[in-house]
Nanobody, 125 residues
Framework: QVQLVESGGGLVQAGGSLRLSCAASGRAFGSFAMGWFRQTPGKEHEFVAGITWNGGAKYYADFVKGRFTISRDSVKNTVYLQMNSLKPEDTAVYHC????RGPGTWVTYYAMNFRGKGTLVTVAS
C-alpha cells in the first residue's frame, strides 16, 4: 500500500501562487509515477499533471501548461505542484495519485493505483 497526504491548499488571489505537496509513505515511492488531478463540484476529476517514476518525463494538461510545474523529491518521498498565475477557474480540490503505469497511459482518476484525499484550492477574483 501507498498512503498519500496532500497539503498546501488554501485561498489565494487571482494571479497568485501556491505550492501543493503530496507526501507518500508505504511501499517504494520511487517505483511509481505520480500525478495530480482536480475536481470541482458536479464535475469529473480531470488530469492536471504527471511525472514518471524517475522524473524523466512530465505531462501537463493544456490548461495548465506554462503555469504549473510538477516535480518530485525521492529523498523526501514527496511530489510537488507549483501553481503560478492562478485563475478563478483553477478553484478545485486537488488530489495526488500514484500508479505503476506511466502518465501517458492514464485514463481516469479512479483507475489510479493509489489516491489521496485532496486539498482545496480557492482562487478569488
Amino acid at each position: 500500500q501507498v498512503q498519500l497526504v496532500e497539503s498546501g491548499g488554501g485561498l489565494v488571489q487571482a494571479g497568485g501562487s501556491l505550492r501543493l505537496s503530496c507526501a507518500a509513505s508505504g511501499r517504494a515511492f520511487g517505483s511509481f509515477a505520480m500525478g495530480w488531478f482536480r475536481q470541482t463540484p458536479g464535475k469529473e476529476h480531470e488530469f492536471v499533471a504527471g511525472i514518471t517514476w524517475n522524473g524523466g518525463a512530465k505531462y501537463y494538461a493544456d490548461f495548465v501548461k506554462g503555469r504549473f510545474t510538477i516535480s518530485r523529491d525521492s529523498v523526501k518521498n514527496t511530489v510537488y505542484l507549483q501553481m503560478n498565475s492562478l485563475k478563478p477557474e483553477d478553484t478545485a480540490v486537488y488530489h495526488c495519485a500514484a500508479d505503476s503505469r506511466g502518465p501517458g497511459t492514464w485514463v481516469t482518476y479512479y483507475a489510479m493505483n493509489f489516491r489521496g484525499k485532496g486539498t482545496l484550492v480557492t482562487v478569488a477574483s
